[in-house]
């Protein structure tokens, strides 16, 4: 019995068309309009590749062909403040995106930069969480930027 009600949900959730949300069609991941966005490397890459379709879902004026979108990614924390102890108690993460829009008539490329602070906390753990929330920060800021700038290319062609 306690095999049996398994087996009649994983039938039942194959027979709906049940699909996971992240997996790959086809070779490739899952489009939304006219824009793709190519995956980027490591967890800060994967927050700017989010935030970047979710700016874009809504698409770009002007733009009448399927793009692929493809960043590169660079991102450094600087420590800026120190205690008297020699401890860090400012700190700051830089990112710096240059990208690229490829379709079949379209080549646009740019680069953006960002900078996001925060105050260091007594605690290691607290650091990183710091440190986390301030990358994404970063991202989220980033991907508005290059979607404003793509958005004012196509706007003056």
Same mark, same amino acid.
């Given at each position: 019995?306690?095999?049996?009600?398994?087996?009649? $949900?994983?039938?039942?959730?194959?027979?709906?068309?049940?699909?996971?949300?992240?997996?790959?069609?086809?070779?490739?991941?899952?489009?939304?309009?006219?824009?793709?966005?190519?995956?980027?490397?490591?967890?800060?890459?994967?927050?700017?590749?989010?935030?970047?379709?979710? /700016?874009?879902?809504? +698409?770009?004026?002007?733009?009448?062909?399927?793009?692929?979108?493809?960043?590169?990614? +660079?991102?450094?924390?600087?420590?800026?403040?120190?205690?008297?102890? +020699?401890?860090?108690?400012?700190?700051?993460?830089?990112?710096?995106?240059?990208?690229?829009?490829?379709? /079949?008539?379209?080549?646009?490329? #740019?680069?953006?930069?960002? /900078?996001? +602070?925060? $105050?260091?906390?007594?605690?290691?753990?607290?650091?990183?969480?710091?440190?986390?929330?301030? #990358?994404?920060?970063?991202?989220?800021?980033?991907?508005?930027?290059?979607?404003?700038?793509?958005?004012?290319?196509?706007?003056?062609?």
């Amino acid at each position: 019995m306690k095999h049996i009600v398994p087996a009649l $949900l994983l039938i039942a959730t194959a027979a709906c068309g049940f699909q996971p949300v992240y997996a790959p069609v086809d070779g490739k991941y899952a489009e939304s309009g006219m824009i793709s966005v190519s995956p980027i490397d490591g967890r800060q890459g994967h927050m700017l590749r989010r935030a970047l379709q979710q /700016e874009l879902a809504v +698409g770009v004026p002007g733009l009448t062909e399927k793009v692929t979108l493809s960043v590169t990614l +660079g991102s450094n924390l600087s420590r800026l403040a120190l205690r008297p102890d +020699g401890a860090a108690s400012r700190s700051s993460i830089v990112a710096n995106g240059s990208y690229r829009l490829e379709g /079949e008539n379209t080549r646009v490329t #740019g680069r953006s930069n960002v /900078e996001a +602070g925060f $105050l260091v906390p007594d605690s290691p753990y607290g650091d990183i969480a710091a440190q986390t929330d301030a #990358g994404d920060r970063a991202m989220r800021v980033l991907a508005k930027q290059i979607a404003d700038d793509i958005r004012l290319k196509f706007a003056g062609s």
